[in-house]
């Protein structure tokens, strides 16, 4: 490793190698070297930690008692690592030192005390720098800046939140970046910014193919609606309840699910995914409704007495066809038009009337 630079004073100075670096230009100190120390901790020299070593010159490879900076440099740079692990600041991170002089508070300032030569100071003094590290959620927050996944897993509370901790580093996905965690897993991406997405929810959006397929990436974490949870995406929305398990709307469906008022209508959560239905279109159920659409057709509700006369008079594979309205008022009652014929429901009787072109 070479011989170190010289330093004047006991335990802390000015180097007479280094220049005196812009970030600590305000401190007190005369020359124009490096200050040093940055910060303090263990100092005994007589009793440390057992380290081993092989770098010694002359001296056999082996354990020797590590005190003062021998001990406390690797000690506090593992906390440190450690903090910064456990809140996902680990990327970008590069020179500390200028972070350490303008977070104050991620230290206990030391004000007394002696090392032979200086004394320790309120504030900064060459005994024990700038002070004792206290490596405090806040303090790794502020000591390196992360990135837009780390900021979020640590706006959500970081390793007390649902997440838990991390289980890999950050990582590409579809173009952009996303992290796992015991609990969930951070996508980003430029247009949509951070978002988690956990427990059932993601398992049915990485059964869908996660943001490589048509849902895409998340534009929000899950939030609550009307009788279950949901997930929006860039492609798609999927919902969650206990009774009806998690499901993806997307596309001209959804927006006319959105339309009706989502899962606060009378057509509730979604009970299936979108799946292909005959005449060339494509459907979703819901607990109190279903949504067809063709090219052809646009897309209808169906829903409540009609829908189950529909159904059962053979839905889209029927001589109907498929809706070509939503239920709309008719005389004395309610009623769908569909490619081939009506369905109409009697608000007297209650009983429908399929009409047949």
Do not use: K
């Not at 952009?176 to 980003?188: D, K, L, V």
């Amino acid at each position: 490793m070479g011989t170190p630079p010289p330093v004047r004073g006991g335990g802390g100075g000015a180097s007479g190698l280094f220049a005196r670096p812009t970030y600590q230009s305000s401190l007190p100190g005369t020359g124009t070297g490096r200050l040093v120390p940055d910060i303090a901790s263990a100092a005994d020299p007589a009793h440390g930690i057992a380290i081993y070593c092989t770098c010694t010159p002359g001296q056999p490879a082996g354990w020797y008692s590590g005190g003062g900076t021998s001990a406390a440099a690797p000690a506090q740079t593992g906390l440190l690592v450690s903090m910064l692990s456990a809140y996902a600041r680990t990327t970008g991170i590069g020179d500390i030192h200028p972070a350490l002089y303008t977070h104050p508070g991620a230290f206990r300032d030391v004000t007394t005390g002696a090392n032979g030569t200086y004394p320790a100071a309120p504030g900064y003094d060459q005994t024990t720098g700038l002070g004792s590290p206290a490596w405090t959620t806040q303090a790794a927050a502020g000591l390196a800046q992360p990135d837009a996944i780390g900021q979020h897993y640590h706006d959500l509370g970081g390793p007390a939140s649902y997440l838990g901790t991390p289980t890999a580093p950050e990582t590409a996905a579809a173009g952009s970046r996303m992290q796992t965690f015991h609990g969930g897993t951070i996508y980003w991406s430029p247009a949509t910014g951070a978002h988690a997405v956990h427990g059932l929810i993601l398992a049915r959006y990485q059964a869908l193919g996660g943001p490589g397929s048509f849902a895409g990436f998340p534009t929000s974490d899950e939030q609550a609606v009307v009788g279950g949870r949901a997930s929006t995406f860039t492609g798609a929305a999927i919902y969650w309840s206990p009774g009806t398990g998690a499901h993806e709307v997307h596309g001209l469906i959804r927006a006319h699910y959105l339309a009706l008022g989502g899962p606060g209508s009378f057509a509730g959560l979604p009970t299936s995914d979108e799946t292909a239905v005959a005449g060339g279109g494509r459907a979703s159920t819901f607990t109190g409704a279903s949504i067809y659409w063709s090219s052809g057709t646009g897309a209808h509700e169906v829903h409540g007495a009609i829908r189950s006369a529909y159904l059962s008079y053979g839905g889209p594979g029927s001589p109907l066809a498929l809706p070509t309205s939503d239920e709309q008022p008719a005389p004395g009652g309610r009623q769908n038009t569909f490619q081939h014929g009506t369905i109409t429901w009697n608000a007297t009787t209650g009983a429908t009337t399929v009409h047949q072109l």
